[in-house]
């Protein structure tokens, strides 16, 4: 025990504190200090500390009498304890270390009171979650320090106060009431604003709950799994709550004002659900029992566009929903419902089919006006030139709005009268205005078809005076196929040279082995047929016929120099002019001696022409006849000796014999005749 304390002093703290005990007994020299024994001990300090003078403890002491307040001295009072001081000169050091000491001591208990009251005042209104009401003092970026009227402060923390915008709804000398949740061992109260709003609305919000009465609520944002919302205090909106149909996007109502209602409270948790699906499902089953009532077939109504797919748009026709499918908005055509209504619109339908017991509703728009194309003969005649819109280019035309509902095609082949065009986005595009002629109307399959090209000078029907069958013309290769090469003789204008017509002579496979594309090539006009868009050119028909010179020139019988061109199993082909083939066959290819002759390709020989047919351009040769028959001297010779009677042999002969009658054996006994003779 600190001998300079006295023993009043701990007897003060003792009793301001009975819980403290003693860790082991106090020796009652320790315990007792007289003043007596006080003064020695200050005397014997004194005098063993020479250095320092008396003056220095009696500052000391004043110093810490001045330290204490005087509340400590009263303190001591109330407890029982008495300080005396004693002011003789000689022992005034004493004094004022006894007055100091209780002094000290009474205010160590008054501390200790204080703050055990402040405790204790915390306790209660934690365990008790009493409204306080404070003074906000500042705003940091995670509290609002609240004078809450303890010697520490309360913290609200920060999220609890923001608005919907972020924004802290109190600022510096505002007054806000308040729960105390705990002391923080940093320092300060954590107070909680929420706590305080719950107990002031909770009330009201178990009655609205029991009595399904709805609140009305600010949507604060979004968390996961639905939308924070405002009604005195945050509740939680689960997203499959927010309407009757499931939503994707929630973004949409933060910020709205809806009506709700309170389905789950749990106050200790201080937990709130709400729903806004029931109470749309109440007005809708509401709605829906009334539209019920009056819904029958063919009837008009007005609904609110709610909802949009691909395939049409749902109505609500009052708690009930109907389909308007696309092919039912318009008498013409739509690529999407958005093309016509957006959701929220009011439209008017016509209800086209009720199923009372699945509650299905098909509804239709279009038929709310007469359909177009019950007139559309009358309206469109044939021949009428008709101004209307692209709506849309495929491979094979476009398709033209003549008005809403009626569209008719411009097939490819009706939009130029040349066949160079490749597409129709060549000459039309979506959205472009034109003039075409109506060529039919067919109201029962909903077609018109149209033509453009009829507006423009048909250049076919002038085509067989410009260019007469004979005429000789210029132009170039523009496409060269299996069939032939088509030579353009100007612009739309095509003509078809076959393969046929390319050469007298060459067996030719493909246009490609004489002509090539885009060269420019001289032929002669064959025939037009303006009907079909037909133009007949042949490029061969510029050169004499071979053939028809060969069979001018040559005669059955005649010895003629040939080369093998190719060979076959039956004979061999062989050139015996230019552009001209015989068939020598090859049982004819046998020499002098009865022996085959070799018919080698390239190899040369002397043919006799054994037969010839012009309309087939076909000769017929043969190596035997060479040395067996006559030649043509010889044949004429026996000619003009057959026409002279010679006496007894006139009668054998007959005078009416010529070249027609003339044949091989003749000739053979001729000759033996005149061998035998000579």
């Known amino acids: 025990m600190n001998p300079w304390i006295p023993e009043s002093a701990f007897t003060m703290v003792e009793n301001h504190n009975p819980d403290i005990n003693e860790s082991k007994p106090l020796t009652t020299e320790t315990e007792v200090l007289t003043p007596h024994a006080t003064a020695d001990q200050t005397g014997l300090s004194s005098e063993s500390t020479s250095t320092q003078p008396h003056e220095t403890t009696h500052g000391a002491s004043n110093a810490a009498q001045h330290a204490l307040p005087a509340a400590a ?119 909680s604003y929420e706590k305080a709003l719950r107990h002031k609305v909770w009330d009201k919000l178990e009655q609205a709950a029991n009595d399904k009465t709805p609140v009305k609520g600010m949507v604060l944002g979004r968390v996961k ?244 069958t004979g005429a000789i013309i210029e132009g170039r290769v523009r496409n060269l196929t299996d069939f032939g090469a088509f030579i353009e003789i100007e612009d739309g204008i095509d003509g078809l040279v076959h393969v046929s017509n390319l050469s007298w002579t060459k067996r030719i496979k493909h246009p490609s082995e004489v002509l090539k594309k885009g060269e420019k090539v001289r032929a002669i006009v064959l025939g037009v047929e303006p009907e079909n868009r037909r133009l007949s050119l042949g490029v061969k028909q510029l050169q004499p016929d071979v053939w028809d010179t060969f069979f001018a020139q040559h005669r059955v019988g005649d010895v003629i120099k040939g080369k093998i061109l190719r060979t076959a199993q039956f004979g061999a082909f062989v050139e015996i002019a230019e552009g001209v083939e015989g068939l020598c066959h090859v049982s004819e290819a046998v020499g002098a001696d009865g022996k085959p002759v070799a018919m080698d390709v390239d190899s040369e020989h002397e043919f006799k022409i054994v037969k010839m047919n012009q309309e087939e351009k076909k000769v017929g040769l043969s190596i035997r006849a060479v040395g067996e028959e006559a030649s043509r001297a010889e044949v004429e010779s026996y000619k003009e000796r057959e026409k002279t009677p010679k006496g007894n042999n006139s009668g054998s002969s007959s005078s009416s014999s010529n070249s027609s009658s003339t044949t091989l054996g003749d000739l053979i006994n001729w000759n033996r005749s005149e061998s035998e003779r000579d």
């Open 73 to 191: 001295t009263r303190a001591s009072a109330d407890h029982g304890t008495v300080a005396t001081v004693t002011a003789a000169a000689g022992d005034e050091s004493d004094d004022d270390l006894n007055y100091d000491a209780a002094d000290f001591a009474a205010a160590l208990a008054n501390f200790d009171r204080e703050q055990a009251a402040e405790s204790a005042a915390a306790q209660n209104l934690t365990v008790e979650e009493v409204i306080v009401t404070g003074t906000v003092v500042k705003v940091t970026d995670k509290h609002v320090v609240v004078d809450i009227g303890l010697k520490s402060e309360g913290l609200i923390p920060l999220e609890q106060v923001l608005d919907i915008n972020g924004v802290s709804k109190f600022k510096t000398g505002d007054s806000v009431e308040v729960v105390v949740e705990r002391e923080e061992p940093e320092g300060g109260y954590l107070v």
């Open 225 to 468: 799994g639905g939308l924070t919302v405002d009604i005195g205090i945050k509740a939680f909106l689960p997203g499959s709550q927010v309407e009757v149909r499931p939503v994707r996007n929630l973004d949409g109502y933060i910020g709205t004002e809806i009506q709700v209602r309170v389905i789950k409270l749990n106050k200790k948790r201080g937990n709130v659900v709400i729903s806004r699906k029931e109470l749309l499902e109440e007005d809708q089953n509401a709605k829906k029992s009334v539209t019920l009532a009056t819904l029958e077939e063919g009837s008009v109504l007005t609904g609110t566009v709610k909802n949009l797919t691909d395939y049409g748009a749902f109505v609500d026709l009052g708690g009930l929903d109907g389909l308007l499918h696309i092919t039912d908005m318009s008498w013409g055509r739509l690529t999407h419902p958005r093309d016509l209504v957006n959701v929220g619109d009011e439209i008017q339908v016509k209800v086209l089919k009720f199923d009372k017991e699945k509650q299905r509703v098909s509804l239709g728009f279009k038929q709310l006006t007469p359909d177009p194309w019950l007139d559309a003969t009358e309206r469109y005649p044939i021949g009428a030139q008709v101004r209307g819109r692209v709506l849309s280019v495929t491979d094979y035309g476009a398709f033209i709005e003549l008005e809403q509902g009626i569209e008719g095609l411009v097939h490819v082949s009706e939009m130029t009268w040349s066949k160079r065009m490749k597409h129709p986005s060549k000459m039309v595009k979506p959205g472009d205005e034109v003039d075409t002629i109506i060529l039919s109307v067919n109201p029962n399959d909903r077609r018109i078809s149209l033509g453009m090209k009829q507006l423009q000078e048909n250049p076919w029907e002038q085509l067989e005076e410009k260019y007469p």
